[in-house]
């Protein structure tokens, strides 16, 4: 059986209907054929990965093995950081990095020079990831921003650092905080 006959069979069965409604879409379901569509329907696809990754982070965190998957969700951050390239434009400027992610994002920073350790502290409001389902992923998810973290100030400083996450909007704070340690 091809993915197409799969596909049509299991919407047969219903089973689209189970997975559209897991994902919070339930108005597609209600919709009769001949109704026109919304002027900007969700991409299901999206509320669908939000609710993937949402289960994934949950069964990493509640596996043995969590503090691999940890370290894997992590590495994720860190292509995230990769990718906005803002660390490599401020590499050796961490006053122009915080003045530009306070403008762009509100986030604040403070910095402890004799002791080597920068509390970054997130805007409050919505995680700002747009895998994250807010409802439903797990603060275990937030691994990602340590690992964004931590690859943004090792561009910066040029030598590993250590990031501890202190609170998460994820687990019910208003904001995230993270205390990054220079090596």
Known sequence: MNRKEFLKNACGLGLCGCALSLVGAPELLQASAGD??????????????R????????FMAADP?????AEIV?????????????HVKFKGDPDGYFAEAKKNW????????????????????EC???????????????NCSVGYQKESFEGIFGRPVQVV??????SGSKRCVFEVKLS
């Open 36 to 49: 026109a569509p919304a002027a900007d329907p969700p991409d299901q696809r999206l509320a669908f990965a």
């Open 51 to 58: 609710y993937q990754i949402a289960k994934m982070a949950g």
């Open 65 to 69: 093995a969590a503090q691999a998957c």
């Open 74 to 86: 992590q590495k994720t951050g860190r292509e995230c950081a990769k990718l906005g390239q803002l």
């Open 106 to 125: 509100g986030t604040e920073f403070t910095w402890d020079k004799p002791k080597g350790i920068i509390t970054v502290a997130v805007a409050e409001g």
């Open 128 to 142: 700002s990831c747009p895998m994250v389902s807010a409802k439903r992923t797990p603060a275990f998810w937030c």
């Open 165 to 170: 996450l202190k609170e998460s909007k994820l």
